[in-house]
């Protein structure tokens, strides 16, 4: 048995919980379309610390997809701001996207976050060696 509680899957089996996040309608559209363009995507990832919308490992680049409470509400901004700190001491660089700019954008974001995770890759790939 599992039941959908905050945008999870929450699983009890023999006293065991399981958190298996289900990733927004608009997380899912960029990611759709990030992959189309070639790049490789990890989906609702668990840092250890943090589940991120969707990580870019080659670049580096994680990306939280946002509802406007991420802009509104004080204690998510706080909230943010920390997990972005545990992002960048993991060498990542945490981008935020909202929910809205999704809908009107997607094929421009896309384009763009492509092309810079692409740039961005080849850097790493120049000062990691």
Known sequence: ???????RIVT?????HIHKNIPTPEAEDLKKALEARGVEINEEFHDGFKTIDLRLPAAKIDVEVDGVHHLTNPKQILSDLDRGH??????????HIPNKMI???LEEIADALAIASK????RLDVYLK
């Not at 048995?1 to 945008?7: G, I, K, L, S």
Request: proline share 0%.
């Open 1 to 7: 048995m599992f039941e959908v509680y905050r945008n």
């Open 12 to 16: 009890n089996m023999s006293k065991v």
């Open 86 to 95: 545990y992002s960048h001491k993991d060498g990542y660089d945490t981008m």
């Open 103 to 105: 809908h009107a954008h």
């Open 119 to 122: 740039t961005r890759q080849k």
